[in-house]
């Protein structure tokens, strides 16, 4: 089947899921634009990929760097338009059990770079994909974004922020036919869930919520949330007294270390 995006760009390409996506996307005949920080990972995804007939341009750059992303984001947009941006790139981070917050700096890096990092990945192509009137952007965001979970607060704000943001952007956007989707998913195996110590339910591999993901944008989807258990769980803790929510989740012992 011919790919329905030729021109696709995805953050956080060197590392679990956004390698994942780059090689699930990779094909003849389609371009892509891969954003990481470590080279040589991020080489071994486009490696990956021109291997698959994809035409590969990789840039090294911080996505809390927003000169830097916009400038990279518009050369690679002038020479192959763009008609897929995902922004997927994120860090994770939570307290020591015994702390009661994670303090000022890992709470800020993390909506620094899942949050506004994806802000500086999106806008600066949004007048080029509207003035278009085609294409799509899929922001991933988390489960965690349904409902504060006591082992995260930072990583939640930042995930229910980029929720709320690419949520706020689709009815907007949809007068241009430029659709959204917002990826919220349960656990998969990546780096960022080595770091994981506690109960992860519902595991499933980077390749595996990759396809999943992909499906949902293909589909034109506006919402990828999965594995439903963990979805309408946290859902229910959100809509149920604030009592009922805590006491559940302060029952799920769970620990986030450092990178
Ligand atoms: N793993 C899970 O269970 C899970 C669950 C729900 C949602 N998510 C979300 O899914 C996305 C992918 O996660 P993953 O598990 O695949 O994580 P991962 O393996 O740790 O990969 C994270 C990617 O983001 C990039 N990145 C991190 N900080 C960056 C920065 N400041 N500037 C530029 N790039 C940066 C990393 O690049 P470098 O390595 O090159 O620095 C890497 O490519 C994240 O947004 C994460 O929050 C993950």
């Known amino acids: 089947m011919r790919a329905p995006f030729s021109v696709v760009i995805i953050t956080g390409a060197s590392s679990g899921l956004g390698a994942s996506l780059a090689k699930a996307y990779a094909a003849p005949r389609v371009a892509l634009g891969l954003q990481g920080r470590d080279r040589r990972r991020l ?4 490696l990956a990929c021109e291997a698959k007939g994809a035409t590969v341009n990789t840039a090294i750059i911080d996505v809390t760097d927003a000169p830097a992303m916009a400038s990279w ?10 008609d897929l941006l995902i922004a997927n790139a994120g860090t994770s981070a939570g307290p020591d059990p015994d702390s009661p917050s994670e303090g000022t700096e890992t709470a800020a890096r993390q909506v620094g770079v899942n949050l506004l990092g994806a802000i500086n990945t999106v806008e600066p192509l949004l007048p080029a994909l509207c003035a278009r009137g085609r294409g799509r952007i899929a922001a991933v965001a988390s489960i965690a974004a349904y409902r504060g ?9 930042s995930k229910a922020g980029l929720r ?6 689709r009815p907007r956007l949809e007068r241009h036919r430029i659709g959204v989707t917002v990826v919220c998913p349960g656990f998969f195996d990546s780096p960022m869930t080595d770091r994981f110590d506690g109960p992860t339910p519902f595991l499933l591999s980077s390749d595996g919520a990759a396809r999943i993901v992909k499906r949902g944008i293909d589909r034109g989807r506006r919402r990828v949330a999965f594995p439903r258990p963990l979805v309408l769980g946290l859902q229910f803790c959100d809509i149920a007294p604030a009592f009922i929510g805590d006491a559940i989740l302060r029952r799920y012992r769970f620990q986030i270390h450092s990178a």
């Open 73 to 82: 984001l518009r050369e690679f947009d002038d020479r192959h338009p763009v």
């Open 43 to 46: 080489q071994a995804t486009a």
């Open 149 to 157: 979970l006591p082992y995260s607060p930072g990583y939640c704000a």
């Open 164 to 169: 709320a943001y690419a949520e706020a952007l």
